[in-house]
């Protein structure tokens, strides 16, 4: 079973404040262009506020490297997810950089797309629901039977919330990885993160 959980998409605050008292493993900030974007500025100031035991995930589409590594290096971040089209070349120049572990994420189309990406030289791999217009945050859950048996451990992500919680924790995943799921009209739910949090430790 899996037994951590990522909450993404922090933005506010309040936010902040949500995953303090919950206590969830990772907490992920997006960088990339989405309606969860975060700025630098902002991404800094939050994390000041965060719990220091709980790592922050930086979400990456197509970045300039140096902004990666600047970000690691000021201890903004502390694990980077790469979430578009990035190669074997980069992954293995932002290695040379940085010592956050890295999470290459696959839009699942395929079982052989997933292990083609298994392949490249991160650590984790990031399985969510693949759409033909944006990079993520589709809120939707992908067919999970075209999960193949993995080397590599990995992240679940794609739709999760307390309505499929107990199906997603039987996946073989290392963390699930939630966003839409714990939210309401638009924005994180204190109550809806703790309850999620909560179902995957107990």
Not at 25 to 44: I, L, T
Not at 179 to 185: H, K, L, N, Q
Request: charged residues 20%; neutral net charge.
């Amino acid at each position: 079973m899996a037994s951590k959980i990522k909450i993404c998409g922090l933005s506010r605050p309040e936010d902040i404040a949500a995953v303090n008292q919950a206590k969830p493993d990772y907490a992920g900030f997006v960088f990339a262009k989405s309606r969860r974007q975060v700025a630098e500025c902002n991404a800094k100031r939050l994390r000041r506020l965060m719990d220091p035991a709980i790592p922050a995930v930086g979400v990456f589409v197509n970045e300039a490297l140096d902004r990666v590594v600047a970000l690691a290096a000021a201890g903004v971040v502390q694990w980077i997810q790469l979430h578009g089209d990035e190669d074997g070349v980069y992954i293995a120049r932002l290695r040379e950089q940085t010592a956050c572990p890295i999470i290459k994420a696959v839009r699942v189309q395929s079982e052989t797309q997933i292990l083609a990406v298994q392949a490249l030289p991160c650590d984790y791999l990031l399985l969510d629901t693949y759409g033909p217009a944006q990079y993520g945050g589709m809120g939707t859950a992908f067919d999970w039977t075209m999960i193949p048996p993995l080397e590599k451990p990995f992240f679940l992500a794609g739709g999760l919330n307390m309505g499929n919680i107990d199906r997603a924790l039987v996946q073989g995943a290392y963390c699930l990885d939630v966003s839409s799921g714990v939210e309401t009209e638009g924005y994180k739910d204190p109550e809806k993160i703790g309850q999620i949090v909560n179902k995957v430790r107990s």
